[in-house]
């Protein structure tokens, strides 16, 4: 299969483990297979396998250095696999730059959020994209556009549009680069440490909002170091530890100690199996 230059080139999966439509890996609208990423002749990642179902919240955890930024950039875009392969709705991409991952339908929301303080949360949901009519910016059409990507996502907090970003709240801000992922059409939004520097009322509005996108279909990956936001928006849960994925499986298989446990040694007694499908 030829691809356009630039464009995330696919392929399809040929077989059992590699193949995200097998009972490994049910409805995966993402699917990560054997991954691994050097830094010289430091290894980041290794052999990592990664299931994100449409429609769920899967949390990625582990210390710090376990991998998990390293694989969000790989998935996003940043940094290319040293091996590994990586499927998206069934077929196998490879995504050589971030647009190549925004074309596919992947945001990633880090934490400096990539807001523009000076610009208004239209002009910021619609950086880089803005609309245009007879040449000229259509301001109409993106105010009514952002109006209503705010109210789909229960954004209440916002008393305009044309407020300057730089005035938000923290929890506000994080409500728009995540509007601003949803108005482009994102099916996969990666969220890096969402609630971090959060007041209790901030945090709680993201966590809403975050199960308003998985409520919509949409598949969310959130990296978090605090795992009561963990038990109570995930879906899922992944654990890497010094770049293996040491388990993964519904949120119900694990508990707080277990999860403590895979965090700070790879493995825990309480849940049933290293790596549950």
């Not at 980041?44 to 210390?63: F, H, K, M, R, S």
């Not at 710090?64 to 040293?82: D, H, V």
């Not at 950086?127 to 009519?133: A, D, I, M, N, R």
């Not at 849960?237 to 277990?258: E, F």
């Amino acid at each position: 299969m030829t691809n356009a230059p630039g464009s995330p080139s696919t392929g399809t999966p040929s077989d059992g483990r590699d193949d995200p439509g097998d009972p490994g890996a049910p409805s995966a609208l993402l699917a990560v297979r054997g991954v691994s990423k050097y830094f010289g002749a430091v290894q980041a990642l290794e052999n990592v396998d990664l299931d994100v179902p449409a429609g769920q919240v899967t949390a990625l955890i582990g210390d710090n250095g376990a991998g998990k930024s390293t694989l969000i950039k790989a998935i996003a875009g940043i940094y290319a696999p040293s091996g590994g392969q990586i499927f998206w709705k069934g077929h196998e991409v490879h995504i050589h730059t971030p647009h190549d991952a925004e074309a596919l339908g992947i945001a990633t929301v880090y934490q400096d959020l990539a807001l523009c303080d000076n610009l208004d949360i239209v002009q910021n949901m619609y950086l880089g994209h803005e609309s245009t009519k007879a040449g000229v910016l259509d301001e109409i059409s993106m105010e009514l556009a952002t109006k209503q990507t705010l109210s789909d996502l229960s954004v209440s907090t916002v008393k305009s549009v044309r407020q300057v970003v730089g005035s938000l709240s923290g929890g506000q801000r994080q409500a728009i680069a995540v509007a601003r992922a949803v108005m482009r059409e994102s099916q996969l939004v990666i969220m890096d440490e969402p609630t971090a520097a959060l007041g209790v009322s901030q945090t709680a509005q993201v966590l809403h909002l975050i199960r308003t996108l998985a409520q919509r279909g949409m598949g969310v990956i959130v990296i978090s170091h605090n795992l009561n936001d963990v038990f109570q928006v995930a879906d899922r849960i992944a654990v890497l530890y010094l770049g293996n994925l040491v388990s993964s499986g519904p949120v119900a298989n694990y508990d707080m100690s277990s999860a403590v446990e895979l965090i700070t040694t790879g493995e825990s007694v309480r849940v049933a199996s290293s790596v549950a499908p």
